[in-house]
T-cell receptor, first 113, second 119 residues
Framework: DAGITQSPRYKITETGRQVTLMCHQT?????MFWYRQDLGHGLRLIYY???????DKGEVPDGYVVSRSKTENFPLTLESATRSQTSVYFC????????????FGPGTRLTVT | AQKVTQAQTEISVVEKEDVTLDCVYE???????LFWYKQPPSGELVFLIR??????QNEISGRYSWNFQKSTSSFNFTITASQVVDSAVYFC????????????????FGQGTTLQVKP
């Protein structure tokens, strides 16, 4: 199906483990984003990408790594998970053409114990 | 720096009441976009509206209306005759325009307003 998907939808991991959250979109949008949602903070940008092989830091990048080898995929890796990274993670995409609307994935709820 | 403020953390109304959600933004850009998203209890983010900075016309869509005022840097959202299904968290967001090299269209979100509509 066309759209933007995230996997897994739910994940529980232990402190210190590496975990990767996947994001896939079928529109060939050039811009992709990772946000985290925490109570009292709304959504905050972690990393973004303007195109394949072009990524840059957002507001809260520490402890995260991203890559974008293909336009349609934008995985987010927590290299050594900490409890403060317990959050809901949203992936989004948009295109330079059109109405600038960001399309969001369904979110991944990550719990770090 | 860009910033979005939603001063109302939680609002509770009784069904059929009108309710206004406030949004105030800060930006140095002359061209930008403003958005409202709805997040129902199921958790997904639902796009409601996008407004660009040079279009100050108010917008009405069914029971929803938006009042954009550049003079006060506000983009308020009103629900008329609220319904229980309107219960959700509502986010206002600001985006730089993708017209200059280096701009990315990233969204700056407000903290969100939780709206509870009681029957």
């Amino acid at each position: 199906d066309a759209g933007i998907t995230q996997s897994p939808r739910y994940k529980i991991t232990e402190t210190g483990r590496q975990v990767t959250l996947m994001c896939h979109q079928t529109w060939s949008h050039s811009y992709m984003f990772w946000y985290r949602q925490d109570l009292g903070h709304g959504l905050r940008l972690i990393y973004y990408s303007a195109a394949a092989d072009i990524t840059d830091k957002g507001e809260v990048p520490d402890g995260y790594v991203v890559s974008r080898s293909k336009t349609e995929n934008f995985p987010l890796t927590l290299e050594s998970a900490t409890r403060s990274q317990t959050s809901v993670y949203f992936c989004a995409s948009t295109t330079k053409l059109g109405n600038w609307k960001q399309y969001f994935g369904p979110g991944t709820r990550l719990t770090v114990t | 720096a860009q910033k979005v403020t939603q001063a109302q953390t939680e609002i509770s109304v009784v069904e059929k009441e009108d309710v206004t959600l406030d949004c105030v933004y800060e930006t140095r850009d002359t061209t930008y976009y403003l958005f409202w998203y709805k997040q129902p209890p199921s958790g997904e983010l639902v796009f409601l509206i996008r407004r660009n900075s040079f279009d100050e016309q108010n917008e009405i869509s069914g029971r929803y209306s938006w009042n954009f005022q550049k003079s006060t840097s506000s983009f308020n959202f009103t629900i008329t005759a609220s319904q229980v299904v309107d219960s959700a968290v509502y986010f206002c967001a600001l985006s730089e325009a993708l017209i200059r090299s280096g701009n990315t269209g990233k969204l700056i979100f407000g903290q969100g307003t939780t709206l509870q509509v009681k029957p």
